[in-house]
Structures are given as structure tokens and as C-alpha cells.
């Protein structure tokens, strides 16, 4: 019997009772769910934005997320596969809130009125504005996206500036600053990886141009936001959003 190398450790604590515990299992860390406060995560199906969520509920934030639909551009199995990534991610946080927001009509006005090239930073502004619309009606302190500077034209610095004038709440980015291998990584680790990569495109890439704007003049695109005259259409995306 090896005293100084043993198999396992028993550890013995005496309070009022005797409690035996060990060894040992490593977990995520951080502070608990829920001590922090509650954000709204942006939910897009992709790796990103589900690995953006639990790294926040490492720092103790409750965690909700937003879906963006639309049908028939987007499938049954695309809403199905980010049910399946909250399903995943509640093995860490506790129940989740899913919100699923019909933005179809949304995806159409801009496909008329805006230029190409501007399609993708108007249909995540639209996004934002809504999901700000919705943090502030249920009671969220913040929005959470899974962007990272530079990834792609719409998560340049000034594309993200352009976005995130869409709301007043803090907009969270925990990725901003690593690169594709490192979140893939973290998704292996959280499971959410083999889900994320089922073949079923969201709104974004599916009407995304081919050669989208990278340096966004923010006074242009404001009033290219402005053209649209999509008030009412977010107004009315908020009010027939869902819970899922």
C-alpha cells in the first residue's frame, strides 16, 4: 500500500454531520448562474453564438436566447436545430427561454429598398432592434452576440459599430478577440459543435450579397436604415414573436 501515491482521495469534512467527498471532477467554473443578472443571446444556429452564451454564464449571467425565422426562406429543420442547441446549452444553464421572431416581411422590404451590398448589416441592425424591443419587455439587462472582429464583412469594427447603434442596452461580445479554431474548440468542448454544423442555413446567409460591404460609412447606412421605413414591420415582428 502506497500512502504517498494512493488511487483516489477521500476527503472527510465534520460539521454538524459527516460528510465524505472525493475525488474530485473538474468543471466549467466561473460564478453561478443567475448572479450576474439576465441577457438576451442572439441565437443564430451557427458555432458561434452558442459558445458566446455559455462563456457569459460562466460570469454568472442567466441566459435567454432570440431565433430570427423566416419562413419560407428558412426550414423547419433550422428552428428545430437551434431548439436542439438550447436543449444542449441547458445541460449548463438551467432552463432557457427561446424566442422565435417571424422577420420575413423585414427580409423583404430591405431586399427592395436597399442596396445589395448593404443587406446584411440592415437585416442584423433590424435584428438588434427587435431583440432590444424584446430584452426591454421581458426584463433583460443586456444583448449578447457571438461576434469576433474581423471573422467576416459584417463583424468589421466598422460594421459592429453600425449594429450595435441599434441599442441602448450593452451589447456583450465575449468572442471578440479569438479566432475561428479557438471557438471551435469550445464548442467541441460544450457539445454544441456536431449540432451548429448541421447543414441548415440561417436568414443571414441565405440572402447574404456577394460582396457586402466591409467599411460601412455609419451616416450612410443610418439613413439607408432610415429609408427603409421598417418601424412598424419590427413593431409588428416584436409582437408576433413566440416563445418555442
Known amino acids: 500500500m502506497d ?10 469534512e465534520i460539521r454538524e454531520r459527516a460528510y465524505l467527498y472525493g475525488p474530485p471532477s473538474p468543471t466549467p467554473g466561473g460564478l453561478p448562474v443567475g448572479s450576474s443578472g439576465r441577457g438576451l443571446l442572439l441565437l443564430s444556429g451557427g458555432i458561434d453564438s452558442p459558445v458566446a452564451g455559455w462563456l457569459l454564464a460562466k460570469r454568472g449571467l442567466a ?22 442547441l438550447c436543449r444542449i446549452l441547458s445541460d449548463y444553464l438551467g432552463t432557457i427561454r427561446l424566442f422565435v421572431v417571424p422577420l420575413t416581411a423585414v427580409q423583404l422590404r430591405i431586399r427592395e429598398r436597399a442596396a445589395l ?10 435584428m438588434v432592434r427587435v ?4 430584452a426591454r419587455r421581458e426584463g433583460h439587462g443586456c444583448l ?3 461576434e469576433s472582429l474581423g471573422q467576416v464583412a459584417s463583424q468589421t469594427l466598422p460594421s459592429l459599430r453600425f449594429t450595435g447603434s441599434m441599442t441602448g ?50 451616416e450612410r447606412m443610418l439613413a439607408s436604415f432610415a429609408a427603409l421605413e421598417a418601424e412598424e414591420l ?3 415582428a416584436l409582437r408576433e414573436t413566440a416563445e418555442s
Not at 451589447?171 to 441548415?200: C, H, N, W
Open 3 to 12: 500512502l504517498h501515491h494512493p488511487d483516489w482521495v477521500l476527503n472527510v
Open 63 to 84: 441566459v435567454d436566447a432570440v431565433h430570427f425565422h423566416t419562413p419560407p426562406y428558412t426550414s423547419l429543420e433550422a428552428l428545430q436545430k437551434v431548439r436542439e
Open 117 to 126: 451590398e448593404q443587406s446584411t448589416l440592415l437585416i442584423r441592425a433590424c
Open 131 to 134: 431583440a432590444d424591443g424584446l
Open 144 to 146: 449578447i452576440s457571438g
Open 169 to 218: 442596452l450593452p451589447l456583450l461580445r465575449p468572442l471578440i478577440g479569438m479566432d475561428k479554431q479557438e471557438i471551435v474548440t469550445l464548442a467541441r468542448r460544450i457539445g454544441t459543435f456536431e449540432t451548429s454544423v448541421q447543414p441548415y442555413p440561417d436568414c443571414c446567409s441565405l440572402f447574404a450579397p456577394p460582396h457586402p460591404l466591409v467599411k460601412p460609412d455609419q
Open 234 to 236: 419590427l413593431e409588428q
